[in-house]
């Protein structure tokens, strides 16, 4: 799909690293850097490095909106979306979460632009789900089976101490358009606690039929946001997090 730029860092100096491919410029040795991950930039795989002056350049061009604005298409080739949150995680890291309202309110919007995000992971039987909450909106989630992907999923975990961003996308599903956009970092532990359950996902036996059933069988059980709010008070901490949280230790 179309490209969002992400950051993932800080990381520690290493001797394979020794360039700053935005600012095009040595690293000092001992320098910390990011890794960016720009389609758009022509490097290999997409992915550059960024030292501290230049990556945070890059987090000020993003968050403008440097591959999607407010008012613009999420994906160019489509006006209408099913109703619902959709969860993209793809192996590079990119994570995006878009969700796909009719007539989202004001309310709503200023939710997703301005509250507190809260996260959780839940694996139920072969199925994920990534559940989350923006302000004082219900919580809310947004199924993800790695068997529905087209390639296997390669995803590896991150270095601890590291933080990875997420967009979070809130979409007109009539029109397509994007009504409020807004980005946010989870820390290692969280990602790598929801790569892990990925990696499960991947290797359990899978028919669509049973993925389909199980996952009516999950909102039977959890059909509103109380229900997932008393789920979210049952996961370990390593499985929630706050969008933006600094320190990568679970509370
Ligand atoms: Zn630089």
């Not at 995006?96 to 139920?124: C, D, N």
């Not at 049973?210 to 946001?225: I, T, V």
């Amino acid at each position: 799909m179309d490209t969002v730029v992400t950051v993932s860092g800080p990381f520690a100096a290493s001797p394979t690293v020794r360039r700053c491919d935005v600012g095009q410029h040595p690293l000092q040795p001992g320098e910390q850097w990011w890794r960016i991950t720009d389609p758009s930039r022509g490097w290999a795989n997409g992915h550059g490095v960024a030292c501290a002056t230049h990556h945070a350049q890059v987090e000020a061009t993003f968050s403008d909106g440097h591959a999607y604005r407010v008012g613009g298409l999420f994906n160019d080739e489509r006006i209408r979306w099913p109703q619902g949150p959709h969860l993209w995680i793809d192996d590079d890291h990119q994570i995006r979460l878009g969700i796909f309202l009719t007539r989202p309110s004001r309310q709503e919007i200023a939710a997703v632009q301005t509250g507190k995000a809260r996260f959780g992971w839940t694996e139920q039987g072969v199925n994920g789900f990534l559940l989350f909450r923006y302000g004082d909106s219900p919580w809310n989630d947004a199924p993800f089976n790695p068997q529905r992907l087209t390639t296997p999923s390669t995803l590896q975990p991150l270095p601890r101490g590291t933080h990875t961003r997420v967009a979070t996308f809130l979409v007109h599903a009539d029109t397509g358009r994007i009504a409020a956009m807004r980005m946010f970092s989870w820390p290692a532990y969280f990602l790598n606690h929801v790569i892990a359950s990925i990696h499960r996902l991947a290797e359990h036996p899978y028919t669509e039929l049973a993925a389909h059933a199980a996952q009516l069988d999950f909102y039977r059980r959890y059909p509103d946001g109380p229900s997932l709010h008393r789920l979210v008070r049952t996961l370990p901490p390593e499985a929630v997090c706050l969008g933006g949280q600094r320190d990568d230790r679970p509370h």
